[in-house]
């Protein structure tokens, strides 16, 4: 491993495969849909519980856990797919599914479709993804990795911030109903041009081209080895628990912070397109776009950054949270919202790129979906469903505020998150130094 980390910072000045950039501005389109169709609903969240009467705790359930559980699930047996096939059929495939269940959410008439609805959805996504971390990484060097899943990372805020700006300005002018259809029409289409734009790159090819022997013998990663030694490795399952940790927050809140700023800061529809978008836009893209440079600058020097850097940022971002959630007036929560939103994302370049540099070329989409199992089982099914849940119980006591109540109680898993990746950092500081 050592080895390897030192034939990593010798070849700095490898280049990507022909079409690297075109094909990671097409991958990041795509990410920007699967986070765009995932965050509709709790954009939305306002008019569909106007609409169907969901509560908070059903509207936790849908975005968390019966999400989560599919999203999670599927996403194993997609990646050991994609690791013995052609992962862009994978990724085409996985694109249509989920644009498609888009538009059935759409359609639904009651809550017990729009879980069936939302289940395919996060079926459909569990193809996505990981075979784009796997694609990325064989069309860009080692030492270059950091910025291009950065740039690839910025899906999520992009696609939230067009989902804010987008799906509540067409809720405001026609109905949820029309965001749904009319997005999940545009993933529909750019499934295709993934399928005809996309080319196939050799796995490990440029890991053999920058001097570094391949882990394992070429070929396909068999499945349970692959388990076994994502989860007997001390640093990979300790990235993939606090990367989970730090997701209880981001999709507790995340899910939540529409429907918190209308009903309880009195925000309205047309007040969320414009102004959380833009907060979403430059606070969570500036966060994980400036996270990829730092990472690729401090790695050089250890390792240890790979755990050291989202450790600081969470550290730093626990004030402005809890300020964002007291503030009296959104335009205030707004801006401490900004901290956050820019400081909780940093964990998730570091987490991917540590990972995709620790395995086999060969396994690399199954070790990218296992951390996605880890992230999104935890922090997907547990925190929207835990705000929701605690929303719904201090109702009765806490009318106007209970969502306040909800986002204070989740408060405290800043200092768990925090507290993993340092036990990561010691680590990868150990390996280090046996190295």
Do not use: H
């Amino acid at each position: 491993m050592g080895a390897a980390v030192d034939s990593l910072q010798a070849d700095r000045g490898a280049r990507p495969l022909k079409g690297a950039w075109p094909t990671l501005a097409i991958l990041c389109f795509v990410y920007v849909l699967n986070f765009l169709d995932r965050q509709l609903l709790s954009i939305l969240a306002k008019p569909i519980q106007d609409d169907l009467g969901v509560t908070d705790g059903q509207l936790g359930l849908i975005s968390g856990l019966y999400f989560a559980l599919f999203y999670c699930l599927i996403s194993i047996p997609v990646g050991w797919l994609a690791d013995r096939t052609n992962r862009v059929r994978v990724l085409a495939l996985a694109c249509g599914l989920w644009s498609a269940a888009t538009v059935a959410c759409g359609l639904s008439a009651n809550y017990p479709q729009l879980v069936l609805a939302r289940m395919t959805v996060g079926v459909g996504e569990a193809g996505g993804v990981p075979p784009s971390y796997a694609i990325i990484t064989d069309y860009f060097p080692p030492g270059r990795r950091g910025t291009a899943l950065g740039l690839f990372n910025l899906g999520p805020p992009i696609g939230q911030a067009l989902g804010v700006a987008f799906g509540a300005a067409i809720a405001a002018a026609y109905s949820w109903r029309a965001a749904f259809i009319l997005l999940g029409s545009v993933g529909i289409v750019t499934a295709l041009v993934v399928l005809l734009r996309v080319r196939e790159p050799e796995r490990g090819g440029l890991d053999r081209a920058a001097g570094q022997a391949p882990k394992v013998q070429p070929g396909p990663a068999a499945f349970w080895p692959t388990v076994r030694m994502f989860f007997s490795t001390p640093s990979l399952l300790l990235v993939a628990l606090a990367s989970a940790a730090t997701q209880i927050i981001t999709y507790g809140a995340g899910n939540f912070t529409t429907l918190f700023l209308m009903r309880e800061k009195g925000m309205t529809l047309q007040d969320v397109s414009l102004w959380y978008a833009l907060v979403v836009a430059v606070g969570m893209g500036g966060g994980i776009f400036v996270s990829g440079r730092v990472i690729d600058r401090f790695t050089r020097r250890s390792r240890v950054a790979y755990a050291a850097v989202p450790a600081a940022s969470l550290a730093l971002a626990i004030l402005p949270f809890l300020a964002f959630v007291w503030a009296p007036t959104w335009p205030l929560a707004l801006v401490f919202l900004l901290g956050p939103t820019f400081l909780n994302y940093f964990y998730l370049s570091s987490a991917v790129a540590l990972v995709q540099e620790e395995v086999a070329p060969e396994q690399r989409v199954l070790s990218g979906a296992l951390l996605l199992l880890v992230m999104n089982l935890v922090g997907m099914g547990v925190g929207p469903t835990f705000v929701g849940m605690v929303s719904d119980a201090v109702k009765g006591s806490y009318p106007e505020n209970s969502l306040q109540i909800a986002f204070y109680a989740l408060a405290p898993m800043y200092a768990v998150a925090v507290g993993l990746f340092v036990a990561l950092a010691r680590v990868l500081s150990r390996e280090g130094a046996r190295a």
